[in-house]
């Protein structure tokens, strides 16, 4: 008994670790690419309208992945083919925006890279849930997301040394290396989960084969899987914390509006690697010792504390006093991104059974993602009509009242509906 809850032990950091190293290795990939996309769109004749589009489109499909692979994560004992089968997808799409010559081939390319990362998102938050106790949900997330934007910080860096001597299209060829390293540690290296009742209730990594059949739980299985989840319900405090986030969401539109508002007042194109860079290097600094925190102390305040610091940034970038102000508001934006990202999926995997996790998370990101999509199309035709600083001034103002609502959810109570 000891040795197998040894080698649970053992399985849990090597899931967590495998996770990280594919996180970074991901986004090392990703951000080489997608920091530089506004900059070779405009070579090809696109400009805000078709990014836009394209934005758009593609969170658009990546909401409707998440929620369907939320579902699934319930009702599926092995997960991690879907993780990597994501993971695969993505990178082998990647290096074909070399070959484009036009905004609706990028588009394509974007599509499938986020149709991938939505069905192995919620999957993989599943899994990183069921392989640490439930105390340790918020650093296991916090990690994770630190890995992540570390990988934030290596592409832009990567794209910057790249642009200048291979152009452009060379920066896309060469995302194929940390993408196929990615796909290799995801598939050797993360280790599967399964649930179980009993004194594990929570959800855990366990031993396989013999070390499993010497342990008292039996294995749960699927039909009776698929019975508990369909029995589970969604408490009131979940709705009314999804209810909040979507409302700030309505006010969170893509990041690339942000470098779009820095080239406006004379921040070159070429250097929107190095905005992502000091963005992420905040954002890996932070995400670790918040989901830290946020396991010791109240999560809503930590990410309401977020919001606020968005609200900062956003009228900052509104008034667009310098381009200095730009620059340190850039590096505050990934203060935001780590008190919310890793605490807010950790307050959702805690406020509901562990049977409908992936459901929760599913109709989480589906719905923020939806919401987001809106503000992208609302802060263009805001931005077309009235000039930059009005959507700026109007997403400041809807992350103050959803951190109002955030602190009052406190109150909810949490019994199901």
Same mark, same amino acid.
């Given at each position: ?5 040894? =080698?649970?032990?053992? =399985?849990?950091? $090597? ?7 594919? @996180?970074?290795?991901?986004?090392t990939a990703s951000e080489m690419a997608y920091w530089v996309l506004p900059a070779f769109l405009a070579s090809i004749g696109a400009g805000p309208a078709q990014l836009g589009i394209i934005e758009g489109i593609a969170e658009s499909v990546a909401s409707f992945a998440k929620?369907?692979?939320?579902? &699934? ?7 991690? %083919? ?16 070399? *070959? ?9 390319? $974007? ?12 999957? +993989? ?10 105390? +340790? ?5 916090? #990690? ?7 990988? !934030? ?6 794209? #910057?040394?790249? /642009?200048? $001597? ?7 060829w060469a995302a194929a290396v940390p993408g196929f390293l990615c796909v290799m540690v995801a598939l050797l290296g993360i280790r599967e989960t399964e649930r179980r009742p009993g004194k594990h209730g929570a959800g855990s990594l366990l031993p396989h084969g013999d070390d ?17 989840? $369909?029995?589970?319900? #969604? ?11 979507? #409302?700030? @969401? ?7 509006? /942000? ?8 921040? %070159?194109?070429?250097?929107?690697? *190095? ?16 989901? +830290? ?11 309401? !504390? ?13 008034? !667009?006093?310098?381009? *200095? ?13 780590? &008190? ?6 950790? /307050? ?5 059974? %562990?049977?409908?996790? =992936? ?14 999509? *809106? ?21 400041? =103002?809807? !992350? ?6 955030? /602190? ?10």
């Amino acid at each position: 008994m000891a040795d197998a809850a040894s =080698g649970a032990r053992q =399985g849990n950091s $090597r899931n967590i670790s495998a996770f990280g190293a594919t @996180s970074f290795l991901n986004d090392t990939a990703s951000e080489m690419a997608y920091w530089v996309l506004p900059a070779f769109l405009a070579s090809i004749g696109a400009g805000p309208a078709q990014l836009g589009i394209i934005e758009g489109i593609a969170e658009s499909v990546a909401s409707f992945a998440k929620l369907f692979s939320g579902y &699934l994560a319930d009702r599926l004992r092995r997960r991690k %083919p879907v993780v990597v089968s994501g993971y695969f997808v993505a990178n082998a799409v990647k290096p074909l925006l070399a *070959l484009t010559t036009s905004w609706w081939q990028v588009l394509g390319i $974007r599509f499938a890279d986020r149709f991938a990362k939505g069905i192995r998102g919620t999957a +993989r938050d599943v899994m990183v849930a069921e392989s640490v106790d439930k105390s +340790r949900i918020g650093s296991a997330y916090g #990690l994770i997301q630190a890995m992540d934007s570390a990988g !934030a910080i290596a592409g832009p860096l990567a794209a #910057l040394w790249l /642009l200048s $001597r291979y152009g452009l299209r060379g920066i896309f060829w060469a995302a194929a290396v940390p993408g196929f390293l990615c796909v290799m540690v995801a598939l050797l290296g993360i280790r599967e989960t399964e649930r179980r009742p009993g004194k594990h209730g929570a959800g855990s990594l366990l031993p396989h084969g013999d070390d499993a059949d010497r342990l008292d739980t039996p294995a749960l299985e699927v039909g009776d899987e698929n019975a508990n989840a $369909r029995g589970q319900h #969604l408490p009131r405090v979940y709705y009314f914390v999804l209810a909040a986030v979507t #409302l700030f @969401s309505l006010g969170n539109s893509s990041d690339m509006f /942000l470098v779009l508002r820095a080239q406006s007042i004379g921040i %070159p194109a070429t250097y929107a690697p *190095l905005l992502g860079l000091v963005f992420n290097i905040m954002y890996t600094l932070f995400s670790w010792p918040a989901g +830290r925190f946020s396991d010791r102390f109240s999560r809503r305040m930590i990410a309401a !504390a977020g919001y606020l610091v968005f609200a900062t940034v956003y009228v900052v970038f509104a008034l !667009a006093p310098s381009k *200095l102000a730009i620059w340190i508001t850039m590096a505050s934006y990934g203060l935001f991104y780590a &008190l919310t990202n890793p605490v807010l999926k950790a /307050l959702v995997v805690e406020k509901v059974a %562990p049977e409908v996790r =992936g459901r929760a998370l599913g109709v989480y990101f589906f719905v923020t993602s939806v919401a987001t999509l *809106l503000a992208s199309v609302i802060t263009g035709e805001l931005w077309k009509q009235f000039g930059a600083p009005v959507p700026f001034f109007l997403s400041a =103002g809807i !992350a103050v009242v959803s951190a109002g609502l955030l /602190l009052i959810s406190k109150v909810v109570p949490s019994d199901a509906v």
